[in-house]
C-alpha cells in the first residue's frame, strides 16, 4: 500500500469500489514538515478553491476525493513544489497529515488522477466561473482591469513550441506566453495561455474583450450608454507593447476605454 498508509481498511474498500473516497480528518500532530501551510487554508477556501468542483469534475470510486487532490495541489503551490515528481522526495505520511489522510497518493496516481480531471475544457469552465464569482464580490476593482503579458519557458521535450526572446537570458528558447488578466491591486481574474503568440494586440481583441464583455459586473446599459457619449463598460490598462491607435479606435467604437 505504500510508506505511510495506515488506513487499510478503507484502502481496501476502495480498491474493490466499496468508497466513493475517504473523507479528511484533521489530528493533532507535532513538527509535521511544511504544517505552515495549513494557515492559509481559510483563504484558500474563501477564494473558491473547492467551489463547483463537484459541478465541473468528478473522479471514479477511488481512497482520494476531489476536495483532497485540489487541497494537495494548493500546498504544493505554497510549498514552492512545481512539478508533480518533487513528490517523490517529500515524506508522504508528512504531507498526508496536511491532507488529513494517512498519506498522499504515489505520483504515478496523482498523474492519473490529473489526467482524468483535464479532460475536455472542465478546467477552463471551472475557472471561469471563479472569474465571474471574483467579479461580482469586487465590481468596483471589475471596472479597471490590467493586461500583462509573461513569457513562460519550456525546458521539456515532448513538444517543439515556437521560440521566444527571454529578455532576462538574452537567448530565443522554445516557451509559450501568458497574458494575465487583474485587478489594480494585483489579484488575478484569468489567464489566457498561447502557445503561439499572435501579441497583445490580438489577444486583447479575440480573447481578453470578448470575455470581459460577457463576465464584468454592474456594466452600464445600453440605454445608459446611448444617453452618456463618455460612458465606457470598463477601462483596459496594458503597457506599450499593446499601443495601438487602431486598437483604441476599435475599442472605443466597443466602449472600452483603454490607457497605456
Known amino acids: 500500500m505504500g510508506m505511510g498508509a495506515t488506513n487499510t481498511l478503507d ?43 463537484g459541478k465541473h469534475f468528478s473522479l471514479p470510486a477511488g481512497y482520494y476525493r476531489l476536495d483532497s487532490l485540489f487541497l494537495l495541489l494548493a500546498f504544493m503551490a505554497l510549498a514552492r513544489l512545481k512539478h508533480v515528481e518533487s513528490l517523490r522526495y517529500c515524506p508522504p505520511g508528512e504531507w498526508g497529515k496536511l491532507l488529513g489522510l494517512d498519506r498522499i497518493p504515489e505520483v504515478r496516481t496523482l498523474r492519473a488522477k490529473l489526467k482524468l480531471l483535464s479532460n475536455a475544457e472542465q478546467p477552463t469552465k471551472w475557472s471561469a466561473e471563479l472569474c465571474r464569482d471574483w467579479m461580482e464580490t469586487a465590481p468596483d476593482e471589475a471596472s479597471m482591469l490590467y493586461v500583462d503579458g509573461h513569457v513562460r519557458v519550456y525546458y521539456g521535450s515532448q513538444t517543439k513550441l515556437p521560440r521566444h526572446y527571454i529578455a532576462r537570458q538574452r537567448l530565443c528558447l522554445r516557451a509559450t506566453a501568458d497574458y494575465w488578466v487583474n485587478a489594480m491591486d ?19 481583441e479575440q480573447d481578453i474583450v470578448p470575455q470581459l464583455e460577457k463576465e464584468v459586473p454592474s456594466q452600464p446599459t445600453a440605454d445608459d450608454l446611448e444617453a452618456e457619449p463618455y460612458l465606457h463598460r470598463f477601462t483596459l490598462i496594458f503597457d506599450r507593447e499593446g499601443y495601438s491607435l487602431g486598437l483604441l479606435l476599435r475599442m472605443k467604437e466597443r466602449r472600452i476605454a483603454g490607457r497605456r
Open 11 to 53: 484502502r481496501v474498500a476502495a480498491s474493490m469500489g466499496l468508497v466513493q473516497g475517504v473523507a479528511l480528518k484533521f489530528e493533532r500532530s507535532l513538527d509535521v514538515a511544511h504544517g505552515g501551510v495549513l494557515l492559509a487554508l481559510p483563504a484558500l477556501l474563501a477564494c473558491g478553491l473547492l467551489r463547483h468542483t
Open 186 to 204: 494585483g489579484q488575478p481574474f484569468f489567464m489566457i495561455n498561447k502557445a503561439v503568440d499572435p501579441g497583445l494586440i490580438k489577444v486583447i
